[in-house]
């Protein structure tokens, strides 16, 4: 499945850098969202972005800053992030950005903070 | 706040066995959905259940949506090893939001 795709698909970072993940859908949706998938919890929903506007933004720290240039397009920037963070983040999408349509994930980067 | 659980955790059947996970929202929910998710893979799409007391089946899987659409349940019949993978609800309170379940590991012992 090439619908969406994210990179890098693993990141090693130390507490003091900053990068970026970078998420892209090839489906024509209109929505995407960021998520986190942590060992032992449910996924958890961070942003979504529905025609390039942020329509959710789920108590995520500032250290989390997402961009979304344009529809087909999404960024999730990060900058000086503690250990806890680490964690597999997907990004998906979706078309009406409504909330109840299917949301097809890419395949995530797995983030380790040092 | 609004949370969705889901018993069991783990569940581990000989092949050929039958499986069922169970997904409770302290809140009436106006849809649901149900992803599968392999090892080192991501979600993927199963189905949405919109109406009080729908069911909906693909093929050995058999999915409810409670008559008050608080709990949802999935039914696999004659598990295969290709079954194995975690299960997860995803109910929508309402808003722009899907709120995941913990979801469920299936292991297939052949």
């Known amino acids: 499945e090439t619908g969406v795709t994210q990179t890098p698909r693993h990141l090693v970072m130390g507490m003091t850098n900053k990068k970026s993940l970078k998420c892209e859908q090839h489906?024509?949706?209109?929505?995407m969202y960021w998520y986190k998938q942590s060992a032992k919890k449910p996924l958890e929903l961070m942003f979504v972005?529905?025609?390039?506007?942020?329509?959710e933004n789920n108590s995520v720290p500032s250290r989390f800053s997402p961009e979304c240039p344009n529809s087909s397009h999404l960024f999730l920037h990060l900058h000086t992030l503690q250990p806890e963070d680490s964690a597999l983040y997907l990004c998906?999408?979706?078309?009406?950005?409504?909330?109840?349509?299917?949301?097809?994930f890419g395949p995530g980067t797995r983030l380790l903070v040092l | 706040g609004q949370q969705v659980m889901q018993i069991p955790q783990y569940q581990h059947v000989q092949e050929g066995e039958d499986f069922t996970t169970y997904c409770n929202s302290s809140?009436?929910?106006?849809?649901i959905q149900w992803y599968k998710q392999r090892p080192g893979g991501h979600p993927v799409f199963l189905i949405q259940?919109?109406?009080?007391?729908e069911v909906k089946k693909q093929k050995r899987l058999t999915f409810q949506f409670g008559e008050a659409k608080k709990n949802s349940s999935l039914h696999i019949t004659a598990t295969q090893t290709t079954d194995v993978g975690t299960y997860f609800c995803?109910?929508?309170?309402?808003?722009?939001?899907?709120?995941f379940g913990t979801g469920t590991r299936l292991k297939v012992l052949a």
């Open positions: 995803a109910g929508r309170p309402g808003t722009y939001k899907y709120i």
């Open positions: 259940l919109v109406k009080s007391g």
């Open positions: 972005y529905s025609l390039e506007e942020r329509v």
């Open positions: 489906l024509g949706h209109n929505a």
């Open positions: 809140t009436t929910l106006s849809n």
């Open positions: 998906a999408s979706s078309q009406g950005g409504q909330g109840g349509e299917t949301q097809y």
